[in-house]
C-alpha cells in the first residue's frame, strides 16, 4: 500500500483523464442523482468561492469599489493607473527578482542535499535534522530570521564578523534587503523540495547505476550523466511550485520581516495587492494588480511548458 | 590519470585495486558526512537560536556577542508568552485546522469517488473543467472571495475563515480519483450484486482501503492550515478569534516586546506541529512526495 503512493509514475493529470470503461452500469439519471450527491458539497463551494470570483474579480476591476461605498464604473483606469504609476514597474521587478532569486537555488540545493542523504547511512536520523523547519510557518520562520540578520545583536552579522567581515544592516538595507528575504525563503521551503527530491531520485532505475559503477564511472559522472537528466521532471515541478508558492506565499515573510521596505525595496506584488484592497480599500484597483499578476504567471507558466521540452526528459 | 594508471599494475601490490577503492570509499563517505553535518548545523541555527532566545532576559537577548546559553534560565518567559499566545488563540488555530481537514477531506473523497466509480454524463469533461481551477492562482480570488464573505456577512466568523479554504479541494479530488481507479473492479461489482448503494460502496470499503493516502493527505492539510496567515489576517477582527501566525506576527512587529517572551510563543506555536512532526515524519514525507505526482 505504502509504495503506491510515493512509488507511483509522475503521471500528467491530462493523460489519467480517460476514465475506466465507458461501460453503463446504471441508468444515467440515477448515476447523475448519485454523482450530484457526492459532488454536491464540492460543487456548492466551488461556485461560491471559486467560479464567481474569478468572473467578479475581472469585473470589479473595472470599478472604484472600497466596500463602504456603492462601486463606481471608471472603465479601464485601474490598468491605465497601474502602468502610469511608476511603483508599478518597481513591484514587478522586484516579485520576477523574488521569485527567480528563490526559484533558482530551490532547484540546486535541495536536489545536492537529497542526493548526499541518499548515499549516507542513518537515513532516518539525517531526514529528521534536515526535514524538521517543515513544522515552522512562514511567520514563526519571519520572526526569528528578522533577529537572526538584526545588525547589532545578529548572529548572521556575529558570523560575518568572526569571518573578519563587515557586518550588514540586513533588512534595512537597499541592496541587501532582497537577498536577506531570498535566504530566508529557500531554507523555509528547503524541507519541501529535498523530499520531492528524494521521491524523485527513487524513480530512476537502480540498474543505470550499477552499469555505470562496472563501467568505472566516477560519482560525478554518475551525477552528471544519470541523476541529472533523470531527475528534471521533479526539476521542472520544484520549479513551478516553488516560483507560484513565493508569490502568493512571499506576503507572510514580508509582511513579517520588512513591511515591503526599505523604500518598497522588497514590496512585491502580492504585498500591494493586500495592502491597497485590505489597508487602503482600493478594491477595484487591487482586482486589476491581481488580474495582471494573473496574466503574468499564466503566460510565464505556459512558457515553462514550452520550454520544459528542451531540458525535461520523461522516461 | 592514464599514466598513472598505466604505472599501477607494476608498481603496486595485487591487492591494491581493491584497496584503493575501499580508501576512495572512505574518503567520500568522510566528505558525504562532513558535508551533511556542516548542512544540518546551518539548517539548524534558526531553531537553536529561538529555543536559546526563548530562554533570555531582554539585556542578554541584545548583548553583544551573542551568546548561546541563557543566565539564567528565564522559565518565566514562557508563561508570559501564554497569556499573550492563550489557550483561545491555540484553540482557534486548531479548530481552523481540524474543520479544515475533515471538512476538505470528506468532500475531497466524495468528489473523488463520484469522479472515478461514478459514470455519469459528461464526467469527464467536468472533471477537466474542475482540475483545471488548480491553475488559478489564489491571489485572482482573494478579494471577490472577500467580498462575498462580507456579502454572507460572515467577517470574523468560523465558517468565514473556514469554508473558503475548504473550497480549495480540487487537489485532493484529484489525489483521490486517482487512488480510487486503482482499487479493482471487481470488488465493486461484486458489491452492486449484494445490492450495496454508492454511499454504501464509498462508506464501507472505499474510505477504509484508501486509509494511507487519507492520512498522508490530512497531515500536509493539517499543516498547511496550521500555518495560514493571509486570509485569516484579512476575515479576522476581533482577538477571540486569532489565529497562531497572526499572534506571532503581532508580536513580532512590537518593538516593545521582550525579545525572549517573543520567541517562547514562536516555540510554543511550533511545539504540537513538532509533536505531530515526531509522532508522525512518516506520514509528513508521504504527503509531500504525494503532492508531487500532480506535476
Redesign the interface.
Known amino acids: 500500500?505504502?509504495g503506491?503512493?510515493?512509488g507511483?509514475p509522475?503521471?500528467l493529470?491530462m493523460a489519467?483523464?480517460?476514465?475506466?470503461s465507458?461501460?453503463?452500469?446504471?441508468k444515467?439519471w440515477r448515476?447523475?442523482l448519485?454523482?450530484l450527491?457526492?459532488?454536491g458539497?464540492?460543487l456548492v463551494?466551488?461556485l461560491?468561492?471559486?467560479?464567481?470570483?474569478?468572473v467578479?474579480?475581472l469585473y470589479?476591476s473595472f470599478f472604484d469599489y472600497s466596500?463602504l461605498t456603492p462601486a463606481v464604473y471608471v472603465g479601464l483606469d485601474n490598468y491605465r493607473t497601474f502602468f502610469q504609476d511608476p511603483l508599478s514597474a518597481k513591484l514587478v521587478g522586484n516579485t520576477l527578482t523574488f521569485a527567480i532569486g528563490a526559484v533558482i537555488p530551490s532547484m540546486i540545493l535541495p536536489l545536492l542535499?537529497a542526493v548526499?542523504?541518499n548515499?549516507?547511512g542513518w537515513t532516518r536520523l539525517?531526514?529528521?535534522?534536515?526535514?524538521?523547519?517543515?513544522?515552522?510557518?512562514?511567520?514563526?520562520?519571519?520572526?526569528?530570521?528578522?533577529?537572526?540578520y538584526a545588525k547589532?545583536?545578529?548572529?548572521v552579522n556575529?558570523g560575518l564578523r568572526q569571518l573578519g567581515l563587515e557586518p550588514i544592516d540586513w533588512l534595512f538595507s537597499l541592496d541587501w534587503a532582497m537577498p536577506a528575504v531570498i535566504i530566508m525563503t529557500v531554507?523555509l521551503l528547503?524541507p519541501?523540495n529535498i523530499?520531492?527530491y528524494?521521491?524523485?531520485l527513487q524513480e530512476i532505475p537502480r540498474d543505470y547505476y550499477e552499469a555505470a559503477q562496472i563501467d568505472g564511472a566516477s560519482?560525478w559522472r554518475q551525477f552528471r550523466d544519470i541523476t541529472a537528466p533523470l531527475i528534471t521532471?521533479?526539476t521542472?515541478?520544484v520549479m513551478?511550485?516553488t516560483m507560484?508558492g513565493v508569490?502568493?506565499g512571499g506576503?507572510?515573510t514580508i509582511?513579517?520581516m520588512t513591511q515591503g521596505g526599505p523604500l518598497n525595496e522588497t514590496n512585491i506584488?502580492?504585498y500591494d495587492?493586500?495592502q491597497n484592497?485590505?489597508q487602503y480599500f482600493r478594491?477595484g484597483y487591487?482586482?486589476a494588480q491581481?488580474?495582471l499578476?494573473?496574466v503574468v504567471?499564466?503566460l510565464f507558466?505556459i512558457l515553462n511548458w514550452v520550454l520544459q521540452k528542451r531540458w525535461v526528459h520523461y522516461s | 590519470m592514464t599514466s598513472r594508471g598505466a604505472a599501477a599494475p607494476t608498481l603496486a601490490p595485487p591487492d591494491s585495486r581493491p584497496r584503493r577503492e575501499r580508501n576512495r570509499r572512505l574518503i567520500s563517505t568522510t566528505l558525504i558526512l562532513f558535508a551533511l553535518t556542516v548542512g544540518a548545523a546551518i539548517n539548524l541555527v534558526p531553531f537553536a537560536w529561538m529555543l536559546s532566545t526563548s530562554f533570555k532576559n531582554n539585556a542578554q537577548a541584545f548583548s553583544y556577542p551573542p551568546t548561546w546559553i541563557p543566565e539564567p534560565f528565564v522559565w518565566n518567559n514562557y508563561v508570559d508568552a501564554f497569556q499573550r499566545v492563550n489557550g483561545r488563540v491555540f484553540f482557534n488555530t486548531a479548530f481552523f485546522s481540524i474543520s479544515i481537514v475533515v471538512l476538505q477531506g470528506l468532500f475531497a473523497t466524495m468528489g473523488g469517488f463520484a469522479f472515478a466509480r461514478i459514470n455519469f454524463p459528461y464526467r469527464n469533461v467536468i472533471f477537466l473543467i474542475y482540475l483545471g481551477t488548480m491553475m488559478i492562482p489564489p491571489q485572482v480570488t482573494l478579494i471577490p472571495t472577500y467580498i462575498v464573505v462580507v456579502e454572507f456577512g460572515w467577517v470574523n466568523t468560523y465558517q468565514g475563515m473556514i469554508l473558503p479554504i475548504v473550497a480549495q479541494a480540487a487537489f485532493g479530488t484529484f489525489l483521490f480519483r486517482q487512488f480510487f481507479l486503482r482499487l479493482p473492479d471487481e470488488m465493486y461489482e461484486a458489491a452492486r450484486l449484494d445490492g450495496a448503494n454508492y454511499w454504501q460502496q464509498f462508506w464501507k470499503f472505499t474510505l477504509p482501503l484508501a486509509r494511507p493516502v487519507i492520512t498522508a493527505y490530512s497531515i500536509i492539510t493539517f499543516l498547511t492550515a496550521w500555518k495560514m496567515y493571509l486570509w485569516p489576517l484579512i476575515v479576522v477582527r476581533s482577538p477571540e478569534l486569532k489565529v497562531l501566525p497572526m499572534a506571532i506576527a503581532e508580536l513580532s512587529g512590537n518593538a516593545s516586546q521582550d525579545r525572549g517572551v517573543m520567541m517562547a510563543a514562536v516555540a510554543l506555536s511550533i511545539l504540537p506541529i513538532l509533536i505531530l512532526y515526531i509522532a508522525a515524519q512518516r506520514w509528513f514525507v508521504e504527503g509531500i512526495a504525494m503532492s508531487g505526482q500532480k506535476g
Request: charged share 10%; proline share 4%.
Open positions: 500500500m505504502q503506491s503512493i510515493t507511483a509522475q503521471a493529470p489519467e483523464v480517460r476514465g475506466k465507458g461501460r453503463k452500469e446504471t444515467d448515476a447523475g448519485w454523482a450527491v457526492f459532488l458539497p464540492n463551494l466551488f461560491l468561492f471559486t467560479a464567481y470570483p474569478v467578479y474579480g470589479l466596500v542535499i548526499l542523504l548515499n549516507a539525517w531526514r529528521g535534522l534536515y526535514f524538521l523547519p517543515l513544522v515552522t510557518s512562514g511567520v514563526a520562520a519571519a520572526a526569528v530570521w528578522k533577529w537572526l547589532d545583536f545578529g548572529l556575529y531554507w528547503l519541501f523530499i520531492l528524494t521521491a524523485g560519482q521532471p521533479t521542472f515541478f513551478l511550485t507560484l508569490l502568493f506576503f507572510d509582511n513579517v506584488l502580492i495587492i493586500y484592497a485590505f478594491m487591487a482586482s491581481a488580474y499578476l494573473f504567471v499564466f507558466t
